[in-house]
């Protein structure tokens, strides 16, 4: 019903920047919180960054000034933009949010939704 779409990942050099972008698709009424979250091999999945409808965000320690998150509510869109980059960002990122779908005489209902993931590799 609800689909999250990422890309942008890829292979980069410690240093280098790299851009992910989410977009969500279909029955869409409104969407709250959207954010990006990372799983490293052998770890748990973590929170990197989210940011509300009306554009507050929230950053792990590790990423602050370095990472920035920035959406486009009229494309449904999240980015991520992440600079210096460094081995341990290698990972595979998720997009996340917060959904409402439905309409005015069915209802409205929440959901939450994740995307299928991208990999970041930072490696020289």
């Known amino acids: 019903q609800v689909q999250l779409v990422e890309s942008g990942g890829g292979l980069v050099q410690p240093g280098g920047s790299l851009t992910l972008s989410c977009a969500a698709s279909?029955?869409?009424?409104?969407?709250?919180?959207m954010g990006w979250y990372r799983q490293a091999p052998g770890k748990e999945r973590e929170l990197v960054a989210t940011?509300?409808?009306?554009?507050?965000?929230n950053y792990a320690d590790s990423v602050k000034g370095r990472f920035t998150i920035s959406r486009d509510n009229a494309k449904n869109t999240v980015y991520l933009q992440m600079n210096s980059l460094k081995p341990e960002d290698t990972a595979v990122y998720y997009c996340?949010?917060?959904?409402?779908?439905?309409?005015?005489?069915?209802?409205?209902?929440?959901?939450?939704?994740w995307g299928q993931g991208t990999l970041a590799t930072v490696s020289s």
């Open positions: 940011i509300t409808s009306g554009g507050t965000t």
């Open positions: 279909g029955s869409i009424f409104s969407i709250n919180t």
């Open positions: 996340n949010a917060g959904v409402v779908v439905g309409t005015l005489s069915r209802g409205y209902r929440y959901l939450e939704v």
